[in-house]
């Protein structure tokens, strides 16, 4: 199996973000995809324990999220920028 994600051809013109459209905000967007910093369990299929949230694994993106953090704001509104131009 695998997981796909969407081009990023034309996210410019889009009004809302991420799966749902909860967010119009790009920044947001970009933070929402950031985890708990917790690591799965490899045991674990869903790489849960009981009681944790369903986004309590770390995610793929933690470590461009974190480097995008790590920015300038000029850094990060240059990126901004670009995005929405596409």
Known sequence: DEFRTAPLW???QRI????????SD??????AHASGNR?????????RQSGDSPNACNSEA????????????SQKQDILNFLRSL
């Open 10 to 12: 034309g996210l410019g």
């Open 16 to 23: 809302f973000f991420l799966h749902d459209g909860r967010t």
């Open 26 to 31: 790009l920044m947001a967007a970009i933070q």
């Open 39 to 47: 690591d799965c369990h490899e045991d674990d299929r869903l790489g």
């Open 62 to 73: 933690d470590k461009v999220i974190a480097n995008f953090n790590d920015l300038s704001a």
